[in-house]
């Protein structure tokens, strides 16, 4: 007799999919976290402002002391540092030469509170390339075996966005798109005209446009609209665990949250070679504990989850659990982010907007897809976004006195920026490891981190400034700014904020963590589908992909435990 029928570790975005799914079949599910219990009404800030915070809410030296990586996100202020990691307290270690900027929160909801709402599908390109070009394995699924599933999850979790019948960028089931700005409709006209094969339509995004009855009666609201999303949102208007997939959960009665517990260990019944349950450390009082149950979800995050099966190793299996493939912890992508422009488009300035957008525009892959590039293979997108700029940034004036507060009234031309989101190669070489020595306050292993990011990526960044300087040119962009084509390097890895790759899937045991069901090949009662699971990494924003194959691998367990096969 187990505790639980199901274990989820790890309350984020993919383990919220996994316990609602399981806890509305009738199992008995555990989410063990080792954050705190979030209470919007306590932790959430969007109803605070800046000039209700000290410091107008700027980073203060302590922050900068005691965040030194956390703080340097966009979305880490003053009123946000409750969902960010304490770096002193969570170290980890990187390879001589290399770097990585590993932004993380552990709390209820892990990310999906703190994250951008970017939601797009993969491609049947992007699940065949690596078939096609070489790199990593072949994926064992394919856009028509996931494609349900994403309508599945886009229908409950509500994403905004545009019909546009694109081949690269897959459509869905979608609530209204918001409005692109008449700068954005100018640039998309020019882009199209210029460059036959690009387009640029609205972001897709995870914030309720036209709620469904089903989303009102979890109490979601509709978006107002006030892009105070990284504060986290009373409305329940954005996609997080939180608002959506836990209170699903919680309603059946059939889950059992355990906040401040940190899962060290999968732990193995010798005599049938299945995982029995996980060894937890409560954070508080340092008190270890077993947890059972009949089957095992990992969903702590690709690097934390990488770290609990390194840790967990066996006499069998001395390099890792599920690691006869000796590929966990391997192959460690993100997304390289490094090709940033902005210019200033006339005209216009007789306009505005109404409310603040908490969204922008995307540009779909083009490149080794409607055209060709030299120098890499795969391809980026572009997330930006063109609004009238502020008196103090367009003017960067200073000064006092009736005349200069009245030309401050007065908003600025309109600016267009935008960042490529560029595909990083699976690579044997970038991986996770555990420090021999070094451990954390609670006991565990501190992860050294070796990624280094190659020819391909700084190629494709080099090659994603030219033609943002040509898009932005080919517009009448005044004041192009650009980082140098010919030198400018890929941003650090884990700035792009999604880590995947560390315990792949794909068709043979020899070379791949898991199969196509998200399932351990070697320990069959355990699941992974956290962003570890992906076989490539396409350039779209992950999290809608992470969110369909949990969805998918909770709906296959529940079979196999149905039929006593687990
Ligand atoms: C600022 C920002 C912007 C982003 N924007 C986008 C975007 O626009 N689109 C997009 O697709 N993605 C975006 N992301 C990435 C997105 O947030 C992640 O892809 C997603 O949250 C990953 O889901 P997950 O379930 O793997 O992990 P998480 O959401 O990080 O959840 C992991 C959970 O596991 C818990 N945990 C960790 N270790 C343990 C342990 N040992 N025991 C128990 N519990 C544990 C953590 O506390 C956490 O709650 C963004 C992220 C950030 C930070
Ligand atoms: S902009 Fe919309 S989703 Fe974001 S915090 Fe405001 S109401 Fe919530």
């Not at 709620?211 to 509709?222: D, F, H, N, V």
């Not at 966990?328 to 300035?349: E, F, Q, T, V, Y």
Request: glycine share 10%.
């Amino acid at each position: 007799m187990t505790d639980f029928d199901v274990i989820v570790v790890g309350s984020g975005m993919s383990g919220g999919w996994v316990a609602k799914e399981l806890c509305e079949k009738g199992f008995k599910v555990a989410v063990i976290e080792r954050g705190k219990a979030i209470s919007p009404t306590e932790d959430y800030t969007d109803f605070i402002d800046p000039w209700d915070m000290e410091h107008l809410n700027r980073k203060t030296d302590q922050d900068r002391e005691d965040y030194p990586i956390q703080s340097t996100v966009y979305a880490f202020q003053s009123y946000t540092k409750q969902f960010w990691v304490k770096d002193k307290e969570h170290p980890y270690e990187t390879a001589e030469g290399t770097d990585f900027g590993w932004l993380r929160g552990y709390h209820e909801g892990g990310r999906s509170i703190m994250w951008g709402r970017q939601s797009y599908r993969m491609s049947e390109i992007d699940f065949e390339a690596n078939k096609k070009d070489g790199h990593g394995v072949d994926w064992p699924v394919r856009y028509d075996d996931i494609a349900p599933w994403y309508d599945y999850v886009e229908k409950f979790a509500g994403i905004s966005g545009s019909t546009e019948g694109l081949e690269i960028l897959p459509d869905g089931v979608f609530q209204p798109p918001h409005d692109l700005t008449c700068a954005e409709i100018d640039f998309k006209a020019k882009l199209e005209e210029n460059f036959p094969g690009r387009t640029l339509i609205p972001g897709r995004v995870a914030n309720l446009t036209e709620p469904t009855q089903e989303q009102m009666e979890l109490g979601r609201g509709k978006c107002m609209a006030r892009n105070h999303c990284f504060q986290g949102c009373s409305f329940g208007a954005y996609f997080s665990s939180n608002s959506a997939t836990l209170p699903a959960a919680r309603r059946t009665g059939n889950m059992t949250f355990i906040p401040e517990r940190a899962v060290h260990k999968v732990i193995m019944d010798e005599e049938t070679g299945r995982a029995s349950g996980v060894e937890t450390v409560d954070i508080n009082s340092g008190e270890k504990s077993l947890i059972t149950a009949r089957v095992v979800f990992l969903n702590a995050g690709t690097i934390p989850s990488t770290m609990i099966l390194l840790n967990s190793a066996t006499e069998d299996a001395p390099n890792g659990l599920a690691n006869s493939s000796g590929q966990l912890g391997r192959n460690l992508m993100d997304h390289h982010s490094g090709a940033r422009g902005s210019a200033i488009l006339p005209g216009n300035l007789d306009k505005h907007t109404f409310g603040r957008r908490p969204n922008g525009f995307y540009i779909p892959r083009f490149r080794n897809h409607t055209e060709e590039a030299e120098g890499f293979v795969r391809g980026f997108g572009y997330q930006g976004g063109a609004t009238r700029t502020r008196w103090w940034t367009s003017m960067g004036k200073k000064g006092v006195g009736e005349d200069f507060k009245a030309e401050g009234r007065e908003p600025g031309p309109w600016r267009i920026s935008m960042v490529a989101f560029g595909e990083v190669l699976p690579n044997e070489k970038n991986h996770v490891r555990l420090h021999e020595t070094k451990t954390d306050e609670w006991g565990f292993p501190v992860p050294v981190l070796d990624v280094a990011w190659g020819e391909n990526e700084t190629n494709m960044v080099r090659q994603a400034i030219r033609d943002t300087r040509a898009m932005l040119e080919a517009a009448g962009g005044i004041d192009i700014q650009t980082d140098d084509p010919e030198t400018a390097m890929p941003a650090t890895p884990g700035r792009g904020i999604h880590e995947m790759g560390t315990a792949r899937m794909g068709r043979d045991p020899k070379t791949s963590v898991l199969n196509e069901w998200n399932q351990s090949w070697d320990v069959p009662n355990l699941f992974i589908t956290d962003g570890s699971f992906m076989t490539s990494g396409g350039c779209q924003n992950p999290s809608l992909t992470y969110m369909a194959f949990s969805a998918r691998a909770a709906h296959h367990a529940a079979e196999l435990m149905n039929e006593g096969k687990l």
